[in-house]
């Protein structure tokens, strides 16, 4: 028998070669000298009857040797990974197995997860061959017909996420790989209120009956039925608005702190309040203290652009002291006003026309916004009766004609721009045709706002006409210029920093990516886990913000199945049994009465 048909390791045993030196330590041990003590010299000394050789002797009589020969021995033993080879029943019927990776089944048990005893209970379950489905924040397929040891060790790769599941999803696609004489089992919590990706579970585990093959449910609602989470965030002008809600059966208070403020938030069984914050100057993470059932939806980081000011060129011959206060109230704008004819150098990430005499705006001014355009920024048209005169070109995303009487505002596209704003009808305006996107478009199908396509920057058309509208009267209407500047600089608005996990941060080409659990090199990285997501120049905060997986309450389930069994025939599968857990317990046992010996002997 070879060493490899019980050692896993055999080069391990190579630490036997340590007993080589020890032993000689023990041999060239000097003897004791022999010192006269006249108080026993009256004693008959025992003559040596020269029966025994005196090395022989010292090495029978010294029990802490042998006690240290054992323990190198078996030193050596535990390096090698000795084994043994038995026979472990396994399903002998292909199988798939579904597992359910989704946030809530990291609720804890006490002993784990749901989901740690999902991951044991599918590994017992394996067939041959196996395929792995995950329902996480995608559906994937891990393995596809692999053995029961390749099943198993990809089992073991698997980790919860902090995302919505597609559970529907992941049963469609075993379907989908199952065969008529196959068997799939299903391990989950179960504990999602019908919601966009789970609604028709129920329905897709029919479809995997009425194919023919054998389907078992096996359901894992351990813990505490109890959860308070963060469901829900959205922002509101220079407000953070945090849902949280109480899933549990009793009511609670819990403290929700965010940016170095605290909330307390009482909630009765089913409640939900909505929770209202100031806007930080810096990124921060709302936390709810305490603990439940459910830890991952219990912090929810909120992302915020930098403070750096956008440079905004505004150039005018007109009367625009509207225009010009929007601008420059807020922060986050550091406008230049220039009135043509002007030579205009330096870098903007913005450039806005309006109200320009057509014959006193230079070529190099155009060439000007054309070049910001081209970087990356943006240039804003306003309308104006000439304005096909000035010379734009490819700037203006609209085919102007003539000068019409308005009637009513027609559609609204929801666009960063556009929402949440209500815009009025102008007295008259320019009738035109919008040659990009319209974003907003009056009674006459003229677009009142529209954008352009180009490649890097962004270009908006401003449907309103000088002084010919009360809208530079109303409050918001610094709100609209901060966010139509913003959005042609490229700064990213609120919703664009902050996601929920499960979707994805897209990326312009392959980015090194700091995540929560490490670097990751992708042009597009998954949001698995809650928490911020950093390139060189790029950041995106994400959170569970589910109502359905918040919820961890899991009734009980009567659509089949009960614990997984191997089903149909079985068939045997060699597996290897791991002796080292118990040689190094030996080996500690050893060290034990070692330093017994030696206490007992007063060395120690």
Sequence with gaps: MALGDVFATPLGLAALAALVPLFVL???????????????????????????????????RNLLLLLQVLAIVLLAVGLAAPYVTTTREVSAQPTVLVVDASASMATETGDGSR???????????????????VAGGSVRTPVTGADPADARTA????????????????????????????????????????????????QAAETVRASGATLTLE?????????????????????????????????????????????????????????????????????????DALQVDDRVPVVVPDNRAEDTLLLTNGDNRNLQTAL???????????????????????VVFADVISGRVLGSTVETA?????????????????????????????????????????????????????????????????????????SDGSPLLATGGRANGRTLYYGYLPNQTAFRFDYRYPVFWKRAIHWLAGRPSLSALNRQTGTTFQLANETTVETPTGQRTAAGVRLDRVGTYRTADQRAGAGLLSPTESNVSAPEINAGGGRASSGGSATGEQVRQDLTPLVLLGLLVLLGAELTYLRRRGDI
């Design 370 to 442: 054309r070049e910001t355009v081209s970087d990356g920024g943006g240039a804003l048209i306003q309308a104006q009766r000439n304005v096909g005169a000035v010379g734009y070109d490819d700037l203006l995303p609209v085919t102007p004609g003539g000068v019409e009487q308005s009637g009513g505002v027609g559609n609204v596209t929801t666009h960063p721009v556009t929402s949440g704003f209500e815009f009025p009808a102008p007295d008259h305006h320019l009738e035109a045709t919008a040659t990009g996107a319209a974003l907003v478009t009056l």
């Design 155 to 202: 089992l073991d790769g698997l980790r919860v996420t902090h995302a919505p599941g597609d559970l529907r999803g992941a049963i469609e696609r075993a379907r989908e790989l199952a065969g008529s004489e196959s068997r799939v089992l299903v391990f989950s919590d179960f504990a999602r209120a019908p919601g966009r990706n789970d609604a028709g579970w129920k």
């Design 328 to 350: 420059e109230v807020v922060p986050t704008i550091n406008v230049t006003v220039k009135r043509p004819p002007v030579s205009t150098t330096g870098d903007y990430d913005a």
């Design 219 to 291: 359901q894992f609602d351990a813990g505490q039925a109890r959860n308070v989470g963060i469901v829900d965030r959205s922002f509101d002008s220079r407000r953070v608005v945090l849902r949280v809600a109480n899933t549990g059966a009793t009511a609670v208070e819990r403290t929700l702190t965010f940016a170095g403020r605290s909330r307390s938030v009482s909630l009765q069984p089913g409640d939900r309040r909505s929770v209202v914050f100031p806007l930080p100057a810096t990124s921060s993470t709302a936390r709810l203290e305490g603990s």
């Design 115 to 133: 989901f740690t005893e999902a991951v044991a209970a599918a590994k017992a379950a394996v067939g041959t061959p196996t395929t792995v489905v």
């Design 26 to 60: 023990y041999l060239i041990q000097p003897d004791p000298r022999e010192l006269p003590l006249p108080t026993v010299e009256f004693l008959q000394s025992d003559p040596d009857e020269g029966g025994s050789n005196p090395v022989l002797e010292r090495l029978r």
